[in-house]
């Protein structure tokens, strides 16, 4: 089937493009090996730029990525990969993995490409079973990552600066299979097919039905047309206040999440003794086997989310309030392992109930613009965080300082969601709605 053959060449891109044996050990590579950055250099003026870029790059890639079809923007997501991997590998002053912290973060940016082509390339009826295949290969191609970095390097294999090979060698591989995938011809806003559904709602907009109504529109033309239907969607799943609260919720969860996965290594490196072993891709390795387990788990639970959802976001919000406190105070490396594990499988497995949550209750067709908006929307948190902890002239905190923010900042997450559980339950109570915990899987999906 063609479907099969199209999320089995998506696989392998995700696969190969997970593939970075460098990454558990980037830290330790910038402040040794001909790098010898600062601890101070790598915190305060490396890392922030990868956040301002993937920030500053994203609605502009989103919305390249629907005007040129996918494959081109996906192509560039290994393209800058490349490029930055090269640059890594041979420079050696600031300002040059400045530069490289900026195609790292437009990287992440073109991820947007990857994750919405399949939408525009495969039949609507496929969605949830090739969005588990393009999760799965994600998360296995970070496995491996985390075995053979591991591996690599306790058994002084290979050092740090030539795992970058490793991982320009995956980016490579990943840019030449991606020529191989499928062309689309139409997306979801720029290329919408003129038989789409939209066209019975522009039909009370004159301007809006006749562009829609005509082949070979100008760019002017497909571009108001766009506009018309991302706006038209946008409203349509923002005014839901049940896909309101969970895009909340997914998009801060995100900063904080983001916030510990870049800067992990940083305080990792704090407990870390002269002679002992570097277990971090070990970590990654592991972590990733038990969030994939309990993502797939997640899915079969049949709980009534919405009488639980607010309760469970407030709880486990605190509850990774409580693991970056303890990690702001251990100095014990397997003790902060373990945080980390715990902290990250609680995310993901969170964010995948708030994902089901969102897709419940919007259309197929906006799936891709309500994805890139909640990202946005992290991102835009996590610049501000970053700013403030470590770009502001008024805190620059060091790292333990940083982890102690980001715990308060899990903290008023938590708070807040624990009021709107209040208010939630309250809201039910007054309409007598039966209170069940466990509810029966409907097929029908909801767009409000």
């Not at 919405?116 to 990552?145: C, M, N, P, W």
């Not at 990943?174 to 979801?188: D, E, G, I, Y």
């Not at 038989?195 to 100008?218: A, F």
């Not at 497995?349 to 990202?375: C, M, P, Q, R, Y």
């Amino acid at each position: 089937m063609e479907w099969t053959r199209i999320s089995q060449i998506l696989c392998m891109f995700g696969f190969l493009k997970e593939f970075r044996p460098s990454e558990p050990f980037i830290y330790n590579y910038l402040t040794s090996h001909g790098k010898n950055f600062t601890d101070k250099q790598v915190n305060q003026e490396i890392y922030p730029i990868a956040t301002y870029s993937n920030f500053a790059t994203l609605v502009v890639v989103f919305l390249l990525t629907d005007f040129l079809r996918y494959k081109p923007v996906i192509i560039l997501c290994g393209i800058s990969g490349i490029a930055a991997y090269i640059i890594l590998i041979v420079g050696n002053s600031i300002p040059i993995i400045q530069v490289v912290e900026f195609l790292y973060g437009l990287y992440f940016s073109t991820e947007v490409a990857y994750y919405t082509y399949i939408y525009a390339k495969v039949d609507k009826e496929h969605y949830q079973i090739v969005s588990s295949y393009i999760r799965s290969a994600l998360l296995f191609g970070r496995f491996i990552t985390g075995v053979v970095a591991q591996l690599t390097i306790s058994f002084s294999i290979l050092n740090y600066h030539e795992l970058n090979y490793l991982t320009l060698l995956g980016q490579v591989l990943a840019t030449l299979w991606a020529v191989f995938l499928p062309s689309v011809k139409q997306s979801v806003y720029f290329h919408r097919p003129e038989d789409s559904p939209d066209k019975d709602d522009c039909i009370t907009n004159s301007r809006v039905t006749t562009e829609g109504l005509y082949p070979n529109q100008s760019f002017i033309q497909k571009t108001k047309r766009a506009y018309y239907l991302l706006w038209k969607d946008f409203i349509k799943a923002y005014t839901n206040i049940h896909v309101l609260k969970w895009s909340f919720w997914w998009a801060a969860a995100s900063c904080g999440y983001l916030q510990v996965l870049s800067y992990a290594q940083i305080i990792w490196e704090t407990c870390v003794k002269t002679d002992d072993i570097i277990y971090n891709g070990a970590v990654e390795a592991f972590y990733t086997i038990i969030g994939g387990l309990t993502v797939f788990g997640v899915g079969k639970l049949q709980l009534n989310w919405e009488l639980l959802g607010e309760i469970i976001l407030s709880f486990f919000s605190i509850i990774e309030a409580i693991l970056l406190f303890f990690m702001t105070k251990t100095y014990n490396i397997w003790l902060q392992y373990t945080l980390y594990i715990i902290f990250g499988v609680i995310y993901h497995t969170i964010v995948t109930i708030a994902s089901f949550e969102v897709a419940k209750n919007i259309s197929e067709d906006s799936f891709g613009l309500i994805f890139g908006i909640n990202v946005f929307l992290g991102l835009t948190f996590q610049s501000i965080l970053t700013f403030i902890v470590i770009g502001g002239n008024h805190f620059l905190l060091d790292i333990r300082g940083q982890f102690t923010v980001y715990s308060a900042y899990f903290g008023v997450l938590g708070a807040i969601f624990g009021v709107i559980a209040v208010f939630t339950i309250t809201s039910l109570c007054r309409r007598q709605e039966k209170l069940t915990i466990w509810t029966e899987v409907k097929d029908d999906r909801n767009s409000h």
